[in-house]
């Protein structure tokens, strides 16, 4: 849920620590290590630019006991989003563990200035991703969204998905986390007539601000996914959560795959699951607005 390329001031603990690691990835993988910054990595990970014999790498590390399993999540959700031809995304050329500390080793994107046209290609280009289908909602294994995980077992329709998959697992832990949501049986039954009937569509599944860059050629290029097939509004929600996204951005999107009805009253029902997923990674402060759009849909 955060961004991988930003600079900041490298950690002389940190480094010590992880050098000797990363050292050990480059011999692993066939490369000499000519030295390294630090990349903002969020919460979860170390993230570190890397100068190496070959040309330049990105390397993320985290706890392979605290989150099994997620850089291969990841390496997945970046496969499969490069296999759908629609963005530029970093090729992975690497992953495994070493001593209970798990890595991903990612090409490294050099970023530019947006081209004038920026947002109308981020919108045709996010239609076409969408237009990527599947036969059911879901995705072949559950992955991550943060540091906590999602779920994603097969379903027939989007309603069932969204209930099944996305809210009743924050539902439950929010209320191990001591948050009573009360009884959602109204809620759930309304939003099942709420949300439209549409195909499965291939979605970035976290797709915040901080979750793009603009590569060398002045274009968008997707990092961190929490890959699904979903419903498309999910993609569009999430975008509008917590701002940075212009209008034509979804104007263009229309033009490309014109949305159903309502879409735009339906942005804070999507948006629930992330508010749920906040709540249940960062605590109480998000509580007001996971209950207001329940009563708003109940």
Same mark, same amino acid.
């Given at each position: 849920?955060?961004?991988?390329?930003? @600079?900041?001031?490298?950690?002389?603990?940190?480094?010590?620590?992880?050098?000797?690691?990363?050292?050990?990835?480059?011999?692993?993988?066939?490369?000499?290590?000519?030295?390294?910054?630090?990349?903002?990595?969020?919460?979860?990970?170390?993230?570190?630019?890397?100068?190496?014999?070959?040309?330049?790498?990105?390397?993320?590390? %985290?706890?392979?006991?605290?989150?099994?399993?997620?850089?291969?999540?990841?390496?997945?959700?970046?496969?499969?989003?490069?296999?759908?031809?629609?963005?530029?995304?970093?090729?992975?050329?690497?992953? $495994?563990?070493?001593?209970?500390?798990?890595?991903? @080793?990612?090409?490294?994107?050099?970023?530019?200035?947006?081209?004038?046209?920026?947002?109308?290609?981020?919108?045709?280009?996010?239609?076409?991703?969408?237009?990527?289908?599947?036969?059911?909602?879901?995705?072949? =294994?559950?992955?991550?969204?943060?540091?906590?995980?999602?779920?994603?077992?097969?379903?027939?329709?989007?309603?069932?998905?969204?209930?099944?998959?996305?809210?009743?697992?924050?539902?439950?832990?929010?209320?191990? %986390?001591?948050?009573?949501?009360? =009884?959602?049986?109204?809620?759930?039954?309304?939003?099942?007539?709420?949300?439209?009937?549409?195909?499965?569509?291939?979605?970035?599944? =976290?797709?915040?601000?901080?979750?793009?860059?603009? %590569?060398?050629?002045?274009?968008?290029?997707?990092?961190?996914?929490?890959?699904?097939? $979903?419903?498309?509004?999910? =993609?569009?929600?999430?975008?509008?959560?917590?701002?940075?996204?212009?209008?034509?951005?979804?104007?263009?999107?229309?033009?490309?795959?014109?949305?159903?009805?309502?879409?735009?009253?339906?942005?804070?029902?999507?948006?629930?699951?992330?508010?749920?997923?906040?709540?249940?990674?960062? $605590?109480?402060?998000?509580?007001?607005?996971?209950?207001?759009?329940?009563?708003?849909?109940?």
């Amino acid at each position: 849920m955060s961004g991988t390329n930003t @600079l900041s001031p490298i950690s002389p603990t940190n480094v010590r620590n992880d050098r000797d690691l990363i050292e050990e990835v480059a011999r692993k993988h066939g490369f000499v290590l000519n030295g390294l910054n630090s990349l903002a990595g969020g919460s979860i990970n170390e993230v570190y630019l890397l100068n190496t014999s070959e040309a330049k790498k990105v390397i993320k590390i %985290n706890s392979a006991e605290d989150f099994p399993g997620m850089f291969a999540a990841e390496k997945q959700g970046l496969e499969t989003l490069l296999q759908a031809r629609a963005f530029d995304v970093p090729e992975v050329f690497g992953l $495994g563990e070493i001593e209970n500390t798990a890595y991903l @080793l990612l090409e490294y994107k050099k970023e530019g200035s947006q081209k004038g046209h920026f947002w109308k290609v981020f919108g045709e280009q996010l239609s076409k991703l969408h237009k990527t289908s599947a036969k059911k909602f879901g995705f072949s =294994d559950s992955n991550y969204i943060g540091s906590l995980r999602q779920y994603n077992s097969p379903e027939t329709e989007a309603a069932e998905f969204y209930i099944n998959q996305r809210l009743e697992p924050q539902v439950r832990m929010a209320s191990e %986390n001591g948050f009573s949501l009360g =009884d959602l049986s109204g809620f759930y039954r309304n939003i099942s007539e709420e949300i439209p009937q549409e195909p499965p569509a291939l979605l970035h599944g =976290d797709l915040w601000s901080g979750n793009y860059l603009v %590569n060398a050629e002045g274009l968008p290029c997707l990092i961190d996914p929490a890959v699904c097939y $979903g419903p498309r509004e999910m =993609d569009l929600a999430m975008m509008q959560l917590f701002g940075g996204y212009p209008a034509e951005v979804f104007e263009t999107y229309n033009e490309h795959f014109q949305l159903q009805p309502g879409w735009e009253q339906r942005i804070p029902l999507w948006q629930l699951y992330y508010l749920l997923v906040h709540l249940n990674i960062f $605590g109480r402060s998000y509580l007001p607005q996971v209950k207001e759009i329940i009563q708003r849909f109940s």
